[in-house]
Each structure stands twice: as C-alpha cells, then as structure tokens.
C-alpha cells in the first residue's frame, strides 16, 4: 500500500518561515514525481511546487515562486517543502501527491503527480 504522509503544517506570521515534510512508503521512491498541491478554502486546488525524482526537475507556482524551495531525501524517502516570507494567502490544506510517470497526468506540470496522495497539511499564516 502505497502511502504518503505529511507533517510541519501548523500557524505561522506573516513574513515567517515553515518546512513542510513528506514521508512516502511502499513504492519506490526513485520513479516518482512529487510534490505539493494545495486548497485553500472555497477555492480550487492548486499546484505549489513539486519534482521529478528521475531527473531532478522542478516546478514552482507561480504564486509561491522565489520564496519556496522543494528538495528531497532519498534515504528516507522525504521531500521537503521550504517556505518563506509567508503570506496570509499561502493558508491552504497543503497535500503531498505523487505519480508514476507515464501515468501523471494532471493540471499542473509534468513534474507533479496526483496518482497518490497524502491526507494533508494544515498551514495558517496570521497577518
């Protein structure tokens, strides 16, 4: 069973600093691109930033682009989302997702993935 985990959501100010963490199991971690989508509420989901495990490639958001860094560990199995300057407007239930090339097909990029995805993280930025 394929399973994904995240962790590091929690509140924070604006301007502030959190790291966001994705544990995955049961697949191999090397073939997938991952990443994280957000949703905040009573909008649509939307694509932060995520990777392609196979070459290393990544993808930003436009909205989160120049203060966001994903990276990963493949010894245990994690990527990371760094992200800074925080605004109110990053306040979403960020989800850890993941696919296996081909079969990633989704709306954000090529490097993102929506075959697997985790429960979700909070984040709340206070003004």
């Known amino acids: 069973e394929v399973q994904l985990v995240e962790s590091g959501g929690g509140l924070a100010q604006a301007g502030g600093s959190l790291r966001l963490s994705c544990e995955v199991s049961g697949i191999s971690f090397d073939q997938l691109v991952i990443g994280w989508i957000r949703q905040a509420p009573g909008k649509e989901r939307e694509g932060v930033s995520c990777?392609?495990?196979?070459?290393?490639?990544?993808y930003y958001g436009q909205s989160v682009k120049g203060r966001s860094l994903i990276s990963t560990y493949s010894a245990k199995n994690t990527v990371y989302l760094q992200m800074n300057n925080l605004k109110p407007e990053d306040t979403a239930v960020y989800f850890c997702?993941?696919?296996?090339?081909?079969?990633?097909?989704?709306?954000?990029?090529?490097?993102?993935?929506?075959?697997?995805w985790g429960k979700g993280t909070q984040v709340t930025v206070s003004s």
């Open positions: 997702a993941a696919g296996v090339p081909p079969h990633n097909k989704n709306p954000y990029d090529s490097r993102c993935g929506t075959e697997y």
């Open positions: 990777v392609s495990n196979r070459d290393g490639g990544t």
